[in-house]
């Protein structure tokens, strides 16, 4: 029997794979975590894979990649995700993850990504390889080139918004107005050149902001 854990703050997506690995009788799914803490601190020894979701509320998921592998060094990392950016892959790789799947992944495909890592092998689903080949070949956008320059500010605002943290609570946390933390945020969406909170995270990560 082959156990693992996935990490992923959404109630409704892990019991979305707990249903997925419901039939299979190779696989069990013995634990789940919200954070990156918890985690680290309760993950046993026995399992063989973890599904790692990269946006987390204590963290990411490229950084607890490594921190991972540091404490539980013969474990398999799959990074599971939203995320479709060869800056994300590269960086999970990067970091010693052997697979990176998306979240509309199918039974058929999470087990035989949970399969191939087991062996030694990296998992990347087709998709994800033709992403990476063209950004090998040079195909990006001019906008991945440019860095812009984030106030101290700004940073901080950012990073309480990859934490999914509440204008409200942004305010309270770094003793701002509401009003002072909406001008900010409104500031960071025209400089990433971003429309919402999700394309702010994701060019966060792929300027290394984060």
């Known amino acids: 029997?082959?156990?693992?854990?996935?990490?992923?703050?959404?109630?409704?997506?892990?019991?979305?794979?707990?249903?997925?690995?419901?039939?299979?009788?190779?696989?069990?799914?013995?634990?789940?975590?919200q954070n990156i803490a918890d985690t680290l601190e309760g993950l046993e020894a026995t399992t063989a894979v973890l599904l790692l979701d990269i946006n987390l509320p204590d963290g990411n998921?490229?950084?607890?990649?490594?921190?991972?592998?540091?404490?539980y060094p013969e474990l398999k990392i799959i990074a599971l995700t939203n995320f479709e950016e060869s800056?994300?892959?590269?960086?999970?790789?990067?970091?010693?993850?052997?697979?990176?799947?998306?979240?509309?992944?199918?039974?058929?495909?999470?087990v035989t990504a949970i399969k191939t890592v087991l062996s030694g092998e990296r998992f990347l689903p087709?998709?994800?390889?033709?992403?990476?080949?063209?950004?090998?070949?040079?195909?990006?956008?001019?906008?991945?080139?440019?860095?812009p320059k984030l106030t101290t500010r700004e940073k901080q605002v950012l990073d309480l918004i990859v934490?999914?943290?509440t204008t409200e609570e942004i305010s309270e946390a770094i003793s701002l107005s509401t009003k002072t933390v909406e001008s900010h945020r409104t500031n960071l969406f025209?400089?990433?050149?971003?429309?919402?909170s999700a394309g702010l995270v994701r060019v966060a990560f792929e300027k290394g902001f984060l």
Request: aromatic share 8%.
């Open 1 to 33: 029997m082959i156990k693992i854990a996935i990490t992923e703050d959404h109630t409704i997506f892990t019991e979305g794979i707990k249903t997925l690995l419901l039939t299979d009788k190779e696989i069990l799914l013995q634990q789940s975590f």
């Open 61 to 71: 998921g490229i950084d607890a990649c490594k921190t991972l592998l540091k404490k």
């Open 87 to 110: 800056a994300f892959v590269r960086q999970m790789i990067k970091n010693g993850a052997m697979g990176y799947l998306l979240k509309n992944t199918d039974k058929t495909e999470l």
């Open 126 to 147: 087709k998709k994800i390889q033709e992403l990476l080949l063209n950004d090998s070949l040079g195909k990006v956008t001019p906008s991945a080139f440019f860095i």
């Open 163 to 165: 934490k999914e943290y």
């Open 190 to 196: 025209q400089k990433l050149g971003v429309k919402n």
